[in-house]
């Protein structure tokens, strides 16, 4: 089955600087990649996804990156701001109906004032 | 509003006494699933529904059980109760399959097993 690697585990940052969060999954079926951020005391929230047939979307300050040939894509926050402080968690599906999605490990983000 | 709300929100028990976590949305999503988050481990599928009287395995489904009597709630069930099933669990809807549309998280279900 599908495994989803997520790098690093923590991420602290200056506010205004840049966050990078980068995945790596096994399955080459794999066609659906979203990232969904999960603040304190909350489930987590979709904020972005990408499809395979796409490299890169961009949504105001987070953009998201795909290397279909190296099976890993990235999360790109860019002007970090406290409210951006949270858990991110990236997930990958074939992406068909009834196809599950496989989450990664999370990355604890602090936005440092 | 569009939601998944779970129930109980914070849960002590101890080892062996049944419990039943409730779920329901109210978006008329046909698929959904429940997901028990662990430190360093992400999010793993316990249990997943694709509509009424349908239901499967995920990843991690030993221990659990679950029914889907009614599309709009999807309660998981734990019969005996043991410490390794401390956890944070999630329930979560879509409109179609789990892996192709956003899928709505409740808020957590924060279970403790003494």
């Known amino acids: 089955g599908e495994n989803v690697e997520q790098h690093p585990s923590t991420l602290s940052v200056q506010e205004g600087d840049s966050a990078v969060i980068k995945c790596t999954y096994s399955d080459s079926a794999s066609n659906y990649f979203p990232w969904y951020k999960q603040e304190l005391g909350k489930g987590p929230q979709l904020i972005i996804d990408?499809?395979?047939?796409?490299g890169e979307k961009k949504d105001q300050r987070i953009a998201v990156t795909l290397n279909k040939t190296a099976k890993h894509f990235s999360l790109h926050i860019t002007e970090t701001q406290p409210e951006d402080s949270a858990v991110y968690f990236c997930?990958?599906?074939?992406?068909?109906?009834?196809?599950?999605?496989?989450f990664g490990g999370g990355t604890r983000v602090l936005v440092k004032p | 509003e569009a939601q998944v709300t779970q129930n109980p929100r914070y849960l002590i028990t101890v080892t062996g006494k049944k419990l039943t976590v409730t779920c329901s949305q109210n978006m008329n999503h046909e698929y959904m699933s429940w997901y028990r988050q662990d430190p360093g481990l992400g999010l793993r599928q316990i249990y997943y529904s694709m509509n009424v009287e349908v239901t499967d395995k995920g990843d991690v489904p030993e221990g659990y059980k679950v029914s889907r009597k009614e599309k709009r709630n999807f309660p998981l069930i734990l019969e005996s109760p043991s410490p390794n099933q401390t956890s944070l669990y999630f329930c979560a809807s879509s409109l179609a399959g789990g892996g192709n549309t956003e899928a709505f998280f409740g808020q957590g279900t924060r279970l403790t097993v003494v």
């Open positions: 997930a990958a599906s074939v992406g068909a109906a009834g196809n599950k999605l496989t």
């Open positions: 990408i499809r395979s047939n796409v």
